[in-house]
């Protein structure tokens, strides 16, 4: 299956990284995303089906947050997903760094 990677630094510790990813999940559910705090792992809803994993690396001045997504689609779907994905990155990367 197809794989989508994304990434964002983030200037944040690694443990408020987590903590904020985790906030910023249940704050901005809006329909695409459905989480399981416990493993980080999370699905699109729609009609693709896809998996990802969150994965957090501590660098000298922050934290790299990327998300891996393997999903079921065609081209058409893999761009949608990544185009959302970045998205949401963005977004949280402000969401990490206006809140700290």
């Known amino acids: 299956m197809p794989k989508i990677e ?3 630094n983030v200037h944040a510790a690694v443990t408020d990284a987590d903590r ?20 980080l792992e999370w699905s699109l809803a729609d009609d693709v089906e896809e998996e990802g994993v969150v994965s957090l690396t501590p ?5 790299r947050v990327t998300v891996t997504i393997t999903y079921e689609g065609d081209r058409a779907a ?3 997903v990544g185009a959302q994905l970045e998205r949401d990155l963005a ?8 809140r700290g």
């Open 6 to 8: 994304r990434s964002t």
């Open 59 to 63: 660098l000298d001045d922050g934290t």
């Open 20 to 39: 904020e990813w985790t906030e910023f999940m249940f704050r901005t559910f809006m329909g695409h995303y459905q989480s399981s705090v416990e493993d």
């Open 78 to 80: 893999e761009v949608a």
């Open 91 to 98: 977004e949280f990367k402000m969401f990490a760094e206006t």
